[in-house]
């Protein structure tokens, strides 16, 4: 498995917990705690996949060296590419979905948690397209 293909496994798994347990959090609480709440749990998500990101791909780097200096090659590219062709319309769908909410009664804020809900969706959608583009070995 090379270095790319790991981060991308790394990256799947800490957005998939970091932001499942976000929104998790606000469907426990009914969305009710508006502010200062949400915007706390947000901050120290954040934090959270931050220091998970950095800290497995130091672990990563330090296992596997010689992969981790390695720079991208055209399948890497073409791999990037390909995975970002799957992401941008998940992420397109998904936000006219937001934006037509409104009609549905939506407020602002809760249209503002649904575009981060589907900028997470479309990143895991990135990276599973990455890992699925390695896996098959294009």
Known sequence: MSFKEKIAWISVITTAL??????????????????????????????VQTILMIAAAIVTAVLAP???SAGSDERDRDIARRAYAFAYPV???????????VHFG?????????????IVIAEIVHYAAQIAGYRRGH
């Open 66 to 68: 010689a992969d981790a």
């Open 106 to 118: 939506v407020h602002a804020v809760g249209m503002a948690y649904g575009i981060m809900g589907a």
């Open 18 to 47: 970091v932001w499942g347990g976000y929104f998790g959090f606000m469907l426990a609480t009914g969305g009710k705690l508006y502010g200062p709440a949400y915007l706390a749990g947000f901050i120290g998500a954040v934090i």
């Open 91 to 101: 992420l397109l769908a998904l936000v006219v979905c937001v934006a037509a909410s």
